[in-house]
């Protein structure tokens, strides 16, 4: 699941009945580059492509990531009926997929170094209790691929990331 939250992990104690993320758009600048971008991690568009202005990738279990031009967030534009980002707008931000194990944290660190998509440092084993690594994206969204390390409980205070 995105963010690391399991169907029942973080398990909605306000009872508004939402249970997972199940989807993140990036705005990117360009479709083809970043359709390559994360084509070379392994996701492939379930809708879109290079050539659209929107894309879905699917993750996991049917949560997705999507990427969108600008042109596809624009107010009115009905395109998957997103709004555009409030003027003068600039943030960041970090997503966080879980892997299914730390064997997988390497692996897809030599596939991205393979790649050329520049790991910011190898992967590491972190205080909090994950292995994980850093990546930005063509348009520096910030990626962190992690795992639970067996055997090590969580620092109080919960995950870094």
Do not use: K
């Amino acid at each position: 699941m995105l963010a690391g939250m399991g169907a029942s992990e973080g398990a909605n104690e306000a009872g508004s009945g939402i249970r997972s993320i199940n989807a993140v758009t990036l705005t990117i600048t360009d479709m083809a580059r970043a359709v390559a971008f994360y084509g070379a991690l392994g996701l492939r568009p379930s809708y879109g492509g290079a050539d659209a202005p929107f894309t879905s990738l699917v993750l996991g279990a049917g949560e997705h990531l999507n990427l969108a031009l600008p042109e596809a967030v624009a107010v009115g534009s009905g395109a998957q009926g997103l709004e555009q980002p409030a003027a003068g707008f600039e943030g960041w931000g970090r997503i966080v997929f879980h892997l299914d194990g730390v064997d997988a944290v390497d692996a897809l660190h030599r596939r991205a170094l393979d790649a050329g998509l520049g790991p910011q440092a190898p992967p590491r084993d972190a205080e909090w209790g994950e292995r994980y690594f850093h990546l930005r994206d063509p348009d520096g969204h910030e990626l962190s691929f992690a795992a639970p390390l067996a055997g090590v409980a969580p620092r109080p205070g919960g995950a870094r990331r």
